[in-house]
């Protein structure tokens, strides 16, 4: 048995505070702020934080994650699309982890995982500069074999599965295929000594699906933790879920 760590993506208490004070960021009225939020979240025992900078900054504010990086205690993973500026602003304030993410910007939230083979050539000079900043660098891919082995080829520390398409199986049948890409997937990047994390879409309900998926180092969650804690608080939302992720066999 293995102690399965929660990572709480805080983007959509952002996203709230955005709703209505995007124009007004410096109003001492702006609400809710993400990183006291994080606090709680820690309190109650998640092992890291995630925010996603976005190149919009629909949520995320370049300030949030400064302030995250000044106060996050335990674990700070910054997810970012591959490009110069927010590269740079990564190499600025050196979070933990970075995890490499798609990013398109009529998309509501990361919809695939990155083409790692496509897009070689960029993310290997991406790990480079990241690992030469001390920073672990995760990739963010669908279950799929070519895909690990591009990570591993790129020096990937990390591979963070897309499970958005188990968390969102409409029959029996696909669920059972998905979890099946996903159970290889895993065996194949542990075999590679990648750490495997998975997100996307895990919720409260389908964590009992995630359990089956072997090798498991952590989970990122977002929206799910952020709407439970709507009715019984941060702190409540995110014991929750861990009791919910414990007894995980590995
Ligand atoms: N992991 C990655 C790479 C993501 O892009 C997201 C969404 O921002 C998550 C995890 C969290 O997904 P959710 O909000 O559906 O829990």
Request: negative net charge; contains cysteine; aromatic residues 4%.
């Amino acid at each position: 048995m293995s102690t399965l760590r929660l990572g709480v993506n805080i983007d959509h208490v952002a996203t709230l505070r955005q709703a209505r004070y995007a124009t007004m960021p410096e109003s001492k009225n702006a609400e809710p702020d993400p990183i006291a939020i994080a606090s709680i979240c820690e309190r109650a025992g998640a092992h890291g934080i995630t925010a996603h900078l976005r190149a919009d900054r629909r949520h995320m504010q370049d300030r949030d994650l400064e302030r995250l990086r000044a106060n996050v205690m335990t674990k700070l993973n910054l997810e970012m699309g591959n490009t110069a500026g927010i590269i740079d602003f990564a190499l600025r304030i050196v979070p933990d982890e970075v995890c490499v993410v798609p990013e398109k910007r009529e998309e509501i939230t990361t919809e695939g995982g990155l083409d790692l083979i496509a897009h070689a050539r960029e993310l290997r000079s991406t790990v480079k500069r990241l690992h030469a900043a001390g920073i672990r660098v995760s990739m963010f891919i669908d279950p799929v074999r070519e895909q690990v082995d591009a990570a591993g080829e790129l020096g990937a520390d990390i591979v963070e599965l897309h499970t958005g398409k188990l968390a969102n199986a409409f029959t029996e049948k696909f669920a059972r295929q998905e979890l099946e890409r996903l159970r290889e997937a895993a065996m194949h990047a542990h075999n590679l000594n990648l750490q495997v994390n998975a997100g996307h879409g895990i919720n409260y309900h389908n964590i009992v699906s995630i359990h089956k998926i072997p090798h498991l180092t952590e989970l990122n969650i977002g929206h799910s933790i952020v709407s439970r804690a709507a009715f019984i608080g941060f702190e409540a939302a995110v014991r929750e879920m861990l009791g919910l992720m414990e007894n995980y066999q590995g």
